[in-house]
């Protein structure tokens, strides 16, 4: 077993408008899944990204709304929701209002993540190895 006390775990903030936690991944300990929870002030978001396979990420709404892109489409997702979207599709979002969110990478304690502007750099967010760029996330060296 392996507990996590998350009064001294980090909160980071990986873009401007945004903190994230972490409650699982390779860092921590865990062998398949990332998890974390996520609060974006209204206007800013997730821009066009993808996971590689087997990467399944699952986003809850916990509170607030957002304009969510998947695979070329859009749509408005509430919170009570949640969306689980398939490896290799791009995907992204805007909050609409303060957007609380939670979920993670499922069938993998890292959560590989390459952005549409950023096409040659891969991220690793809870992993131990690689360049480092907070305490979540490392790139990775090829």
Request: aromatic share 8%.
């Amino acid at each position: 077993m392996i507990v996590v006390d998350h009064s001294v775990e980090p909160v980071v903030s990986w873009r401007p408008g945004n903190r994230t936690v972490r409650h699982c991944d390779k860092r921590l300990g865990a062998e398949e899944l990332t998890t974390g929870e996520q609060w974006f002030e209204k206007g800013t978001g997730a821009p066009v990204h993808y996971h590689p396979a087997p990467i399944e990420e699952v986003i809850c709404i916990i509170s607030g709304s957002m304009r969510f892109w998947y695979d070329g489409q859009e749509q408005v997702l509430e919170a009570g929701g949640s969306v689980l979207i398939a490896p290799d599709v791009r995907h992204g979002f805007v909050a609409l209002e303060d957007l609380h969110i939670g979920g993670g990478a499922l069938s993998s304690a890292v959560q590989t993540t390459v952005f549409d502007d950023e096409p040659d750099t891969i991220y690793d967010i809870g992993d131990t190895e690689g360049i480092v760029v907070d305490e979540h996330r490392r790139i990775r060296q090829t």
